[in-house]
């Protein structure tokens, strides 16, 4: 038995410890950092029968050898294939080596998935899940209470649905990115209170659409990670720094040790695993507002989302519960990939 974690090379050490509790189990866990491939790791994939009807192949580098058929689960986290191809490469060249790669480590988990091995999450599941307006749709239907939404580029849209929302609107992106200034710096793109002087001046959405949501009053926020059947909330007063009252990550380093378990409501923590299910995932990183009424308020689920500070403070055991996951001891959501 072998888990096989797909990540890069510097990945924090979320990865090193469900490797570390995989192990715990007596189960191998071989990590393939993808940003190594192909400069410093060999995949071999071959279209023959293998014993028991599993692939043949290998996977070799800096872990040491891997047989495919030894692995029984595959755990997807982070994705960097090609990193190290020569950036100086023609570009011609350089391009198609990048695309080559990413299809060969895309294709090795979907046969290892076609063929038996357990994943968390399949990929095409997991793109399935970042949809945030399949996300709204969803949580509203297994009864999770979410904020009033807009996805538009028309302006004239936007500003109607502004004039609707008394206490005002927010702007968000669907995927998280930073942009870079002059000197080289990230600017991460957070989100944002719109103003009457935005509502004016709305013409760049011809360029790129953006998400309008209800701006709501926050007693705190909520990061609630589940993993299986497990549901492990924490909380964090997001309105104690000025600068995180719209979006707690604009002080997240500062707001690192003031995270603290939550006892989720049984209302919505079922509406959780409801979701989990109609997504059919195995793990996801969910985001709530808890407003001062005590109403809790869906925002989105990231189905590969980050966790490593709640390891720490508040010390929840994300890590192991992955481990009980891929080693089949605990409960999994799993949609075997049928034959065409």
């Excluded at 297994?142 to 609107?169: K, Q």
Aim: hydrophobic share 45%; proline share 6%.
């Amino acid at each position: 038995m072998t888990v096989l974690i797909i990540t890069r090379s510097d990945d924090n050490e979320s990865s090193t410890r469900v490797a570390a509790a995989v192990e715990a189990r007596g189960v191998r866990a071989y990590r393939l950092d993808t940003d190594l491939y192909p400069t410093e790791l060999r995949i071999s994939i071959a279209d023959a029968p293998g014993e028991r009807g599993r692939p043949h192949g290998h996977v070799a580098g800096p872990a040491g050898e891997l047989s495919l058929a030894d692995v029984t689960a595959v755990y997807y986290r982070r994705f960097n294939v090609g990193a190290r191809i020569p950036v100086d490469l023609d570009r011609q060249l350089r391009a198609p080596s990048v695309e080559e790669s990413r299809r060969v480590v895309h294709g090795l988990m979907a046969v290892l998935g076609a063929t038996g091995a357990f994943a968390l999450d399949r990929l095409d599941v997991v793109r399935r899940a970042e949809h945030k307006s399949l996300q709204l749709a969803l949580a509203r239907r297994v009864g999770l209470e979410v904020p009033r939404t807009l996805v538009s580029n028309d302006p004239a849209a936007v500003r109607v649905f502004a004039a609707a929302v008394p206490a005002g609107i927010v702007t968000k992106m669907m995927a998280s990115f930073a942009v870079y200034d002059e000197a080289g710096r990230e600017q991460v793109v957070f989100t944002n209170p719109v103003s009457d002087a935005d509502l004016a001046d709305l013409e760049g959405l011809d360029l790129c659409p953006m998400t309008f949501q209800e701006r709501l009053e926050k007693a705190c926020e909520l990061r609630v990670t589940v993993v299986g059947d497990r549901v492990m909330a924490a909380s964090i007063d997001s309105q104690a720094l000025p600068r995180a009252r719209n979006d707690w990550r604009r002080e997240g380093v500062a707001l690192l040790d003031a995270w603290k378990r939550y006892e989720l409501p049984a209302d919505v923590q079922r509406g959780t695993l409801a979701l989990m299910d109609a997504l059919g995932l195995n793990y996801g990183a969910f985001d709530f507002i808890v407003t001062p009424e005590g109403r809790h308020v869906f925002l989105e689920v990231n189905p590969v989302g980050e966790f490593m500070w709640l390891l720490h403070t508040p010390g929840l055991p994300i890590d192991e519960a992955l481990a009980d996951v891929l080693c089949d001891r605990a409960v999994r959501r799993w949609r075997p990939v049928e034959p065409a």
